[in-house]
């Protein structure tokens, strides 16, 4: 019996799950299953242009977990677009961190950032740097605090 897999970290859930040509009905396709980790490999490998050892650590996989992930995926991604496949993007063991949300004061554009990437240095869509969290998170709002304003206090472990 083979062994677990680990789960793989992924950036986001794919907004998209399902490919088709265009003009063919859905009963007379072939479907090819892309796991969600393997979309990741791809997204890291080739639209991101990040390095086998980077995107591992990004995956939390070895280099050559990677290499076997990504080769595996650019074989299905071919096969698609060569014969004239469906694709469809499901399963795999992965963890999803979760996301920090983002708005734009300038253009007022949203965006989301998973957890442990840092903060962003520039709006995306605008690439000013006049922006924040709004999601909530992050210093000075957690429950000890949000009780202390309640109480008309300053908030934990400050005097005076």
Same mark, same amino acid.
């Given at each position: 019996?083979?062994?677990?897999?680990?789960?793989?970290?992924?950036?986001?859930?794919p907004p998209s799950t399902y490919f088709k040509p265009r003009g063919v009905p859905v009963? +007379?396709?072939?479907?090819?299953?892309?796991?969600?980790?393997?979309?990741?490999?791809?997204?890291?490998?080739?639209?991101?242009g990040l390095y086998h050892e980077d995107s591992a650590a990004r995956?939390?996989?070895?280099?050559?977990?990677?290499?076997?992930?990504?080769?595996?995926?650019?074989? +299905?991604?071919?096969?698609?677009?060569?014969?004239?496949?469906?694709?469809?993007?499901?399963?795999g063991a992965v963890e999803v961190p979760a996301l920090r949300r983002f708005a734009c004061a300038a253009c007022g554009h949203g965006w989301s950032e998973p957890?442990?990437?840092?903060?962003?240095?520039?709006?995306p869509a605008c690439r000013g740097d006049d922006f924040q969290r709004v999601d909530g998170g992050g210093r000075g709002s957690g429950p000890h605090r949000r009780a202390a304003a309640r109480r008309g206090g300053r908030g934990r472990g400050r005097r005076g």
């Open positions: 019996m083979p062994r677990p897999l680990c789960p793989r970290r992924v950036g986001a859930s009963s +007379k396709l072939e479907e090819v299953v892309l796991s969600v980790d393997e979309l990741e490999a791809l997204r890291l490998a080739d639209l991101e995956m939390n996989v070895s280099r050559a977990t990677f290499g076997r992930i990504v080769e595996a995926a650019r074989r +299905k991604v071919a096969q698609v677009l060569v014969r004239g496949r469906a694709l469809k993007i499901e399963g957890f442990g990437t840092g903060r962003p240095g520039v709006c």
